[in-house]
């Protein structure tokens, strides 16, 4: 970890149960937050779908954007609309709806308190492909690798490696905007979540 980026290995991520399955913490917000006493302003984890029916905890002052990464995920937001999402295609709906999920398999999660927003983006890289990308001041960046390996290149820092299951999370600079460059190693999938506050 250091001033401006923390790398947490796939060996590193903790790993807990919930009534549909397994969630893994990535990051949460301010440093220190803890998700069970609900004193976030953000979070990102991945959960592993394993019941074929299951029903999302209520968090009702946090909104929330979902992002299949594997197999189909069909969530019915009660009195709101319903949705069949497929890999890398994602919903975003408010934690305080009864939300029932049919369907097992993998997913992305971010949870916003108030005055937060937040994009999540699929990238798809082929072997030596590269993207240059450009957050915002006051953007908080995270590289989440699905599968495959590439160098990641940050302002002010050497190349670093993500593998498989790693996560990357980069502090936000509050003067300019930055710009990341991401090459892969072999065919690769990331997905980027951007955060910042309103």
């Not at 250091?2 to 949460?28: H, M, R």
């Not at 949705?83 to 890398?88: D, E, K, Q």
């Amino acid at each position: 970890m250091t001033d401006t980026y923390k790398l947490v290995p796939a060996n590193k991520q903790n790993t807990s149960t919930w009534s549909g399955g397994t969630t893994t913490e990535l990051a949460i917000y301010p440093p220190g937050a803890n998700y069970s006493k609900r004193d976030f302003a953000w979070r990102l984890s991945t959960a592993v779908v394993t019941a074929p029916e299951s029903t999302f905890t209520a968090l009702p002052d946090w909104h929330r954007m979902l992002m299949v990464l594997s197999g189909q995920m069909h969530l019915n937001h009660s009195g709101h609309h319903q949705v069949t999402l497929s890999p890398f295609e994602q919903d975003s709906f408010s934690g305080s709806w009864l939300t029932k999920c049919a369907g097992t398999g993998q997913d992305y999660n971010l949870m916003l308190a108030e005055g937060w927003q937040g994009r999540l983006q699929a990238l798809h890289l082929e072997t030596s492909g590269s993207i240059l990308l450009r957050s915002l001041p006051n953007s908080t960046e995270a590289f989440y690798c699905l599968c495959g390996g590439a160098q990641v290149s940050l302002p002010g820092t050497n190349e670093l490696l993500v593998i498989s299951g790693d996560f990357l999370l980069v502090k936000p600079n509050q003067l300019t905007s930055q710009y990341t460059k991401i090459q892969a190693n072999k065919p690769s999938q990331i997905i980027r979540a951007s955060i910042w506050q309103d």
